[in-house]
């Protein structure tokens, strides 16, 4: 089996859906003929044809909207945002009427929503938001952020036959940087697991997506100065696998969080106080964060690298911590 | 180009319907009114938990609209649609162990109002309180259900007010643009809580707007139920038929204020004096009984009936148990409570690899220029292009239009005649269309494999000639 890229791993994903289940379809803009902006529906027109394969005007919302109601009829719609972003145009849609449908009145929504985000490839600051905090603070949603192609292939084929909104945030950073080896048979990987990247006994730092990438190198700058880092892959930020946390915090007593959204209402946040809550008792130091700062992601490259996390910033705040 | 249906035309469609259908709608309207005013009544003994909104006067149109509608077709209320829920099959106990928060409400409590809906038996979606954003859900619910074969026509109500926001417009535009059998009633009550419709938008009708989206409109008066039905069975129908989707704006006031606590002290006393004189039921009331549909003995055997079911009902619901609390921390997610399964009622087989495979091809059909001689140029390239050879890398001839879902018919706006020349056109443009061959074509094994053993079946089968 050959490597694919994190990008394959998602196109095959929906190819795979779709092929398995006339009720899997795609909406979204220019993801037809044009095979969407990054190429991830490349071929997908062709192999399964309009009316499975919907290139829509400009307009989010009633994306959104017309995914829900198609899954109210029993369809399984994957919808790309052309870039996360634009996410925001649809807030409404996907907070108040998405989310809240299955709880308010007993109607599932099975819809996947996912998109190019994050940033470190100079998008400027609206084409480069991690902007998964704002869904996070939403019951009723489901999120995804996943950082091998594995992962992303397996993860994608759970959220289509989730009977959930789904949001499926894909680094747009790893799309064609990793390479991976992947099953040729069929496989799917469960939403709400951590996975352990690496195993070690002095601290636990905890990311997701393109961070945990930057979390391996720091990792292996530590190592050489012997310090043994375990690094835990959320992959699911909703829910949120509170066991893997604890039971990593338990083991190495220690817990760095990087993330590369910004810092004022991240997920640190919300695993710090998770982590206060069960298992204060075995820290043996402050739980650290490493995060983007508190702005709009910024365009120029100095300035972008400036704001971004990189492998330095968290070995430095990892040798801090375990000073403790 | 709106129908407008004034009311001596309700005549001529009236005749249409069976003596127990000219008695539906009156047995539905008064139904919605009466359970509004016992409502009310339970609202000022403080039973209902939150805010009640009244229709009053405006019950032609949520039952003369869902009346046009077919059992198998899908409709969303909004908040002074309780008619239109009636007509659909839901019980008035349903509706005030909704609005007194029971746990024998269709949401067991978790939402109030017309908040709740039934996806199996009445193909009710519940609406948010955000105004406009059922527009592309029930676009959404027309597509799939085209998309199944199922013959569906779905449709929603918009006030004058829901009517600017930017889901109205969105939506509005997604449904054009797919023809989607959609059809969106804008109920002009002519007041935005207290602002007039004038104030908000800046068109004579609200009807008007149809034109941005190229679809189709109709104007009607809303206190009248007969004419409301007779237009949207007219609209309901061309959907139906594949002309996509309609508009049709009624005519209508608001008779009380945007809810319970609003005096709507900013709407004149002669304008509710004029529409008062035109209350729907007692006009309703009156054409049944100059065309002897009914006599004084059927009106109050109706009435009796009505009187014994609210009575009922209103008792179920003021009996019934509030939720217990534990109650509220279940059902976010769903965790397999629910099965999702689409009710097919086409082959799945045209819509699975390889019957849905198509080349990905852009047709272009003008340059879009103002130039008058721009269209020539193009149709001239166009004749200079073809036959269309397929491009280097294999990538394929056009393929799109034999396997896209068929084009639906334009709207039969016009009369014969005029029909005919623009189909003729379409066929000339459609001849004349410029094909781009799109991207490298499709990349992955699957669909190259499946390609290349048709093509070997179809040499087999010549070689065996």
Redesign the interface.
Known sequence: MAAITMLEGI?QAI?EEM?RD??V?ALGEDI????GAFKVT??L????????V?D??I???????????????????IVEMQFIDFIACCF??VT??AA?????????V?MVLRGPSGGGVHGGPFHSANPEMYFMHT??L?IIYPSTAYDAKGLLKSAVRD??PVLFFEHKYLYRRIKEEIPAEEYTVPIGKAAVRREGKDLTILSYAAMVHTCMEAAEMLAKEGIDVEVIDLRTLLPLDRDAILTSVKKTNKLLIVHEDTRTGGIAGEIAALVCEGAFEDLDGPIARVTSLDTPVPYSPPLEERFLPNAEKVAAAARDLAKY | MHVANSVKETGTTAAKLTRAQYLDLYYYMQLNRQLEDRMVRLFRQNKIVGGLYSSLGQEAVSVGTAYALEAKDWLAPMIRNIGALLVKGFKPRDIFAQHMAKYTSPTFGKDGTSHFGDLKVHHTISPISMLGDLIPVMTGVAMAGRYLGQNIVALTWIGDGGSSTGAFHEGLNLAASQRAPFVLIVENNQWAYSTPVARQVPVKNLADRAVAYGITSKITDGNDVLAVYATTKEAVEECRAGHGPVLIEVKTHRMKGHAQHDPAEYVPKEMVEYWKARDPIARYEKFLTENKIWDAKTKSEIDAKIEALLDEDQKFAEESPLPPPELAEQGVYCDGCHTIEADWQRSKQELTPPNCSVDAIWEVKSFGSLDPDADAEMKAAAQTKRPQPSAGNGAPSVRLEKTAPKSPPKPAANPPAAKATAEEKDALETAAALRVPFGRGPKDRAFREERAQKEKNRRGKRGRR
């Not at chain 1, 037809?32 to 095979?35: A, L, M, Q």
């Not at chain 1, 027109?45 to 499975?52: I, K, S, T, V, W």
């Open positions: 196109r190819f092929d006339p009720a379809v037809g003929v044009y095979g490349e071929g027109l062709a192999r399964f044809g309009p009316e499975r919907i829509t005007p307009s989010e919302t009633a994306i959104v909207g017309a995914a829900c109601g198609m899954g109210y009829l029993g369809l399984r719609p409404n849609q108040n009427f809240k449908s299955h709880y308010r009145w007993g109607a599932p099975p019951p009723g489901k009977n959930n």
